[in-house]
């Protein structure tokens, strides 16, 4: 199981060019639906749950705190241990296909929007960027910048189930706990931990039109946005004149490759309006450009 060290500072989200246009002339997310992931294991909360022996007397603890039978879930968790484990097992199966159905209704229904910790990762750029003909755009995930940051949930990538019962996704009114069913909604594949993925969920069980799946953001979450060196003429003035519509203009960078070393050069200096841009370009452009003995011009 590979979990985040740290929160971050900054989280990127890489976009077609015409996607990347729409986020900073609306100052908007679109949160897609959770059905069509492209990971075909994620939501299904259940599947990632360990079931063992104890799982039904578990539920069916639950349940009798819930009906007000027992105080807490310790006394009923040892009176149910005492009963019939077939009995048992009808009645956990029973409140399980009612956790099932709602979990099916909050995957048909709920929503996301992505992010990435890391602002250079070839494979997200060559997949969500369009083939490096997009762009990204870059968030603070500071609390103080941004309302959405505090929301923001760390992508969690295994390759095994998760060690908690079934009988977790339940609290002890019977009903399917919300912050599990967002931890589990946020587990994917170890297959996919290369992308280094937050995400902020909707988390819904009826029908969300298009416009409940679309929220604003502040204009001061936006850091600045980079585009991708294949990005088109006419895609790249589409997203500059969006850009400069926003008080402040937020600042627009390019990603331009050396055709023969092979580093990024950089381009939209004239785009660096205080000294914490510059430290990011400058990190990237020492971690990237190759020691001076080997340069051919030196």
């Not at 500072?9 to 100052?27: E, H, N, P």
């Not at 991708?228 to 004149?241: F, M, V």
């Not at 519509?245 to 627009?252: D, G, L, M």
């Amino acid at each position: 199981m590979q979990l985040p060290k740290s929160r971050p500072t900054f989280v990127y989200k890489y976009g077609s060019a015409a996607r990347v246009a729409q986020i900073i002339r609306d100052l908007t997310f679109f949160f897609a639906p959770a059905a069509g992931q492209n990971d075909l294991y994620e939501f299904r909360a259940r599947s990632l749950f360990t079931e063992d022996e104890d799982t039904p007397f578990r539920v069916t603890a639950k349940g009798l705190v819930a009906e007000g039978s027992v105080r807490n879930f310790d006394e009923a968790f040892q009176m149910v241990k005492m009963l019939d484990a077939q009995d048992v097992r009808a009645s956990a199966e029973f409140v399980m296909r009612q956790v099932n159905d709602e979990l099916a209704r909050a995957k048909a229904h709920s929503g996301l929007t992505c992010f990435s910790t890391h602002s250079n990762n070839q494979r997200m750029w060559g997949t969500y960027g369009d083939n490096h003909a997009g762009a990204l755009v870059q968030f603070s995930a500071d609390k103080t910048r941004s309302q959405f940051a505090s929301h923001l949930s760390p992508v969690i990538y295994t390759a095994t189930k998760l060690p908690f019962c079934p009988s977790h996704l339940v609290n002890e009114q019977l009903e399917v706990d919300p912050l599990m069913m967002a931890a589990a909604f946020c587990v994917k594949s170890i297959d996919w931990r290369d992308e280094h993925e937050w995400r902020l969920l909707l988390l819904a069980d009826t029908e969300q039109s298009t416009e409940a799946r679309i929220v604003a953001f502040e204009r001061k979450a936006i850091a600045r946005v980079i585009l991708g060196p294949r990005i088109s003429p006419e895609n790249e003035r589409t997203i500059r004149e969006a850009a400069a519509r926003h008080a402040p203009e937020i600042p627009v960078l390019k990603r331009r490759i050396h055709p023969e070393l092979a580093y990024e050069e950089l381009v939209g200096f004239e785009q660096i309006h205080d000294f914490e841009q510059f430290r990011y370009w400058f990190d990237r452009l020492s971690a990237a450009r190759p020691p001076r003995d080997s340069d051919p011009a030196s």
